[in-house]
């Protein structure tokens, strides 16, 4: 059987991966019928060839959609569109019941960045510059040194942080495998925010530990729910996730005394911790307390999760293990992304598109906050970072507003799902980075019907 023609055509200009417009365009064939249930695909080496690209974006494309379950490989035959495209599966993330949404959706879902505001030739410019080097062998597990001075230099900049040792991480889950795998022991116990951040819950639990749900109120993590036995405390200080409250600075001053006390090592996750909007920031956990915090952070709110790029500021001896870690098994982040980070900060752009970014964001938190309110909707955790909680009294509640809102062309988020055990509090997710802003506009009459309703 010969392979199918593809109707695919690859934008190099776009900030889209080329992987990812690959595996849409192939999605969207399947689900128009260009393709259909049996159709052969070109392998991927084949297709390659064809499109002028690496076999690397054609394999990292038919893997997303054989994860998806639009493709499917026979042994010694090929590679095949699957009979039945999986357009009513359940999206990842979304309540049980809620169909997985067309890409016509406006998505307001949170953790979503605002990529369309990075300047394009500063973008180009960056790459290119960061393919200049050649390849090496050697391999510096601690991250490239001109990498680690453009986080010294950002953190001190923006967060305020005389930074120790810094080391390079492939973003802020892969720095919590780390920690898990190099600092922690199976059958530890770990205390994280209640709801909080389900990765690093799944990251500690695939490691063996014992994950303790600790409450947050509107001054975030409760130092005094922390038990003694535990053997490290990982929290979002600057805006709680997902409820969006800051930690009051004598909680912060708790915490850190309880991990010295206790011998605990606190992981200060800094999510949007660089997209503040009414106040200054509270100084950093890891400015507090250097000798027992782990400070991390990441590339992916404030440019993009395509750059795989995070950092880790921790105590000397944590660092040691973490490279112990790395060396043992062999891992390090990519160099790539450190690349195009330490580019973009050596010509200034990082700092152009942080105020810029912080001048979007809060322009949109604005608009959607005051449409809310206007209506009579309570907010919560809208006084930094990139999205808001609209809260409810119930699950059904909750999971009707997500489908009410898809059936109106727009995708939420809700809280029951950031639990780590039962859920207790519940209400919805409202991002405002992921889309543009004509989409947001557009969004906001029905949303104010699904959310007033």
């Known amino acids: 059987m ?7 055509s690859l934008d190099r200009d776009s900030l889209v991966p080329l992987a990812v417009q690959l595996a849409d365009a192939l999605r ?11 159709d052969r695909l070109p392998s991927t080496r084949a297709l390659a060839n064809r499109l002028g690209v690496s076999r690397t974006v054609t394999s990292a494309a038919y893997e997303q959609l054989h994860a998806e379950g639009w493709i499917a490989g026979r042994h010694g035959s090929g590679t095949y569109v699957t009979t039945t495209p999986p357009a009513d599966r359940p999206s990842k993330g979304l309540a049980p019941g809620v169909a997985a949404a067309p890409p016509t959706l406006v998505d307001l879902t949170p953790g979503v960045p605002w990529a369309d505001g990075i300047e394009k030739s500063a973008w180009r410019r960056a790459w290119r510059a960061a393919a200049d080097p050649r390849p090496t062998y050697r391999e510096d ?11 010294s230099e950002h953190l001190l900049r923006h967060r305020g942080l005389a930074a120790g040792t810094v080391l390079a991480t492939g973003g802020t ?9 190099a600092v922690l022991s199976r059958g530890d116990r770990v205390a994280i925010e209640e709801p909080g951040y389900q990765r690093a819950v799944q990251a500690f639990r695939r490691a063996g530990m014992a994950v303790v749900a600790v409450g947050v109120d509107e001054e975030g993590l409760r130092p005094d729910a922390v038990p003694a036995d535990v053997r490290a405390v990982y929290c979002s200080p600057a805006h709680q996730y997902p409820l969006g409250s800051r930690m009051s600075a004598s909680r912060r001053v708790e915490l850190v005394e309880l991990a010295r006390a206790e011998g605990m090592l606190v992981i200060e996750d800094d999510y949007d911790g660089e997209l503040r909007f009414d106040v200054a920031p509270l100084p950093l956990l890891a400015a507090l307390a250097p000798d027992v915090v782990a400070h991390l952070g990441t590339t992916s709110k404030i440019l993009t999760p395509a750059l795989g790029a995070g950092w880790m500021v921790a105590p000397p001896q944590i660092a040691a293990a973490v490279l ?6 062999g891992t390090r982040p990519s160099p790539a992304g450190q690349r195009v980070l330490a580019e973009l900060a050596r010509h200034g ?6 105020r810029k970014l912080r001048r979007e964001l809060s322009e949109r938190r ?8 206007s209506a009579g909707i309570p907010v919560l955790g809208d006084d930094a970072g990139a999205h808001l909680v609209v809260p409810c009294g119930s699950a059904p509640e909750e999971a009707a507003r997500m489908a009410a809102a898809e059936r109106a062309g727009i995708r939420l988020d809700g809280l029951a799902r950031h639990f780590a055990g039962t859920p207790t509090v519940f209400g919805n997710l409202i991002g405002y980075a992921g889309c543009s802003r004509e989409a947001l506009h557009s969004s906001l009459k029905p949303l104010l019907a699904v959310l007033g309703g």
């Open 141 to 151: 597990r601690a991250g490239l040194p001109a990498y680690r001075d453009a986080v």
């Open 349 to 354: 752009d990082l700092g152009r598109h942080l």
């Open 324 to 329: 112990e870690y790395r060396e043992g098994t």
């Open 28 to 38: 969207a064939a399947a689900g128009d019928g260009h393709l259909r249930g049996g």
């Open 173 to 181: 889950t892969a720095a919590v495998i780390e920690l898990a795998g």
């Open 2 to 8: 010969s392979d199918t023609a593809l109707p695919v």
């Open 366 to 373: 604005s608009l959607v906050s005051a449409a809310l309110t």
